[in-house]
Structures are given as structure tokens and as C-alpha cells.
């Protein structure tokens, strides 16, 4: 079956859950403690998992326990729930490495994101910061771009792990601006953000609530912002298109996703809770303030959504020549 046959696939039996949970179980309901992978370790998925779980065992009566499960760029944690059993007591926190990039950037993926995970709901989007350990002395983007150059073996970048929107955002800045700069892949942001601090690597790429804290303690420093706009929270930060890499643009998103073959009614009992939870004032508020535009959209849209960012950063990968290193 054709890539494009089995999003096809994917994405009619997306089509079908609102109606089959109308008609469904509505009261379904776990019957023990549900996991939920998280396959990167101190991220802002870690934080949005830790944000829904208790929710969702008020919601359900069960537990719902944080699972990290990192590595390979997020393909362990995601291979491990697509190997679930489809009952719904194990879900995926997901994110654009193991459900878009890595089907480009990986020559061998072990599960194929379109058919071997069920979308849930595409929980938040936000762009990324470009920060800066202080150490460094950038002072804006462009002095950025021209010491990078005149020195690359003395600068290197972390990511949060292999094939995330944080390594691929860096390697199109490097196309775009025609750098060379060592990358440091990490397995999260945690472990990232203590290197970078302590001038171990000298930038990297990160969704705000990662480093909004370092931020403010002067222990990092923004360089620019990779949306369409600047952050409302922080004006005075120009976009990268501003700073002279015209309509450069990188989003970084996360979902819920369940096994293969969950029923459909259980997608649709979880999408249901899930919205209403991401979607309360209380979780919206602490989302917003850690810059994250709340999506909330149906499994199909989600399913659509995954199938055009394999496409869009298989572009980049393509572009860029990035390779699982």
C-alpha cells in the first residue's frame, strides 16, 4: 500500500468516529490505570501530559500515570504505544519528530505514523525561540549569523532530541543563512536547556515555556522568534523573517494519539474529554501563558495535519541534507 493510500486510509477512518461515538458508549470508561507516553523527557509535552492526566482521572475514575519513554528521537516512546493494546489504556503524547520528520529523516522507521498510531485531537501549536546562552555575546541575529561564520568549530546548538522541530528549525536556519554550526542532539529539553546554560553549546531552538523562566533570570537570551509575528509577550523580540531571512517560519506542535485499531467510540469518549479539559479556563490560561496556541481539533483534522507536516519537513530534510546522525 502507497503512502499516500494508507493517509488516505487513515484519514476515512478519522472521518467516521464523531458519528460512530454518537452512536456509541458514552460512558466508556477505563477500567484500570491508563499510561500516557511521553517520548522525550522535560519537554513541554512532558508539561501538557502532566497538565491533562489529573483532569482526565477526575473525568474517567482511573489514574492516568506519565510514562517518558525517550530515544530515537521519539520513535521508542511512539513505537511503544503503537504496539499497545487497542483498549484504551495507553495513549501517546506526540510531537512533530515521530509523527512527521523522522518518516524523512530516519532510512528505517519501525511503525509508520498514518496507520500504526490513531489521531486523537492535535492538541497546541507554537513557534520557537531562537536563545542564546549569554556567554556567547550575540546581540542580535544578524551578529549571530556573521560570528557563526567567521568561527563555526567554535559554536555548536542543542536540540531537544533527534529529528524534533528544534534540531530541523536550526539546519533551515543554516540553508537559509548559509552557516555551518555543530548540532548536540539531547534526550529533552531539560537536559538541553543545563548544557546550554552552562555555555556547553551556544544556542538552540525552543517553544517559549522552555525557556521563559531562563529568560527572565538572565540565564538565556532571546535572539528572535520563528512565527509569522512577534510574541505578544515579548515585543521587542523581532521574527527571523524580520531579521533578514525572509518568510522563514517553523511551528513546533503536539497530540494525543491511541493505538492502532482503538474503537472508535473510545476516540471519540477521549477526543471529547480532552477538548473540553484544553478548552477550560484554568488549562487554557496556564497554556496560554506558556505561549501555546490551544488547537483542539477533530481525529480527522489531526490525521490531515500529520500528513501535511510529513510532507513539509520532508521538504527541509530534502533541502538541507539533515541526517540522523
Known amino acids: ?37 511521553v517520548p522525550i523527557v522535560g519537554s513541554t509535552n512532558d508539561v501538557l501530559a502532566r497538565l491533562v492526566a489529573p483532569e482526565l482521572h477526575k473525568a474517567f475514575g482511573q489514574p492516568f500515570v506519565v510514562e517518558n519513554k525517550p530515544g530515537a528521537g521519539g520513535n521508542i516512546g511512539a513505537l511503544d504505544v503503537s504496539r499497545a493494546a487497542p483498549d484504551g489504556h495507553t495513549l501517546l503524547v506526540g510531537y512533530n519528530g515521530p509523527l512527521a520528520i523522522n518518516v524523512t529523516l530516519f532510512d528505517k522507521m519501525p511503525y509508520d505514523p498514518t496507520k500504526d498510531l490513531a489521531p486523537i485531537t492535535l ?10 546562552t549569554p556567554s556567547a555575546g550575540f546581540t542580535s ?9 567567521a568561527n563555526p568549530a567554535r ?12 534540531h530541523l528549525t536550526m539546519e533551515m536556519m543554516k540553508s537559509a543563512a548559509d552557516f555551518r554550526m555543530t548540532h548536540i542532539p539531547y534526550r529533552g529539553a531539560g537536559p538541553a536547556l543545563a548544557d546550554l546554560i552552562a555555555g556547553n553549546v551556544q544556542a538552540g531552538f525552543f517553544v517559549p ?20 509575528q512577534r510574541f505578544p509577550s515579548t ?17 513546533s506542535w503536539i497530540g494525543f494519539l491511541a493505538p492502532p485499531a482503538t474503537p472508535p467510540e473510545i476516540i471519540g469518549r477521549y477526543h471529547a474529554e480532552i477538548v473540553r479539559i484544553l478548552k477550560s479556563p484554568e488549562i487554557q490560561k496556564r497554556l496560554h501563558e506558556m505561549e501555546f ?33
Do not use: C, H
Open 1 to 37: 500500500m502507497t503512502f499516500t493510500r494508507r493517509l488516505l486510509t487513515t484519514a476515512l477512518v478519522a472521518a467516521t468516529i464523531p458519528s460512530a461515538w454518537a452512536q456509541g458508549t458514552p460512558d466508556w470508561r477505563p477500567s484500570k490505570p491508563v499510561r500516557i507516553v
Open 123 to 132: 492538541a497546541v501549536k507554537a513557534p520557537q525561540y531562537l536563545v542564546a
Open 141 to 149: 541575529v544578524q551578529d549571530f549569523i556573521a560570528k557563526v561564520k
Open 155 to 166: 559554536y555548536s546548538y542543542g536540540s531537544v532530541a533527534m529529528g524534533s522541530a528544534s
Open 209 to 228: 515555556g522552555n525557556v521563559q523562566g531562563f529568560v527572565k533570570e538572565g540565564r538565556l537570551k532571546l535572539l528572535a522568534s520563528t512565527g509569522r
Open 235 to 251: 515585543p521587542d523580540i523581532p521574527t527571523l523573517s524580520e531579521s533578514g531571512l525572509k518568510d522563514f517560519e517553523a511551528t
Open 293 to 325: 496556541e490551544v488547537v483542539a481539533t477533530t481525529p480527522r483534522e489531526f490525521s490531515d495535519w500529520i500528513g501535511t507536516e510529513i510532507t513539509r519537513w520532508g521538504k527541509v530534510i530534502k533541502s538541507t541534507g539533515a541526517k540522523v546522525e
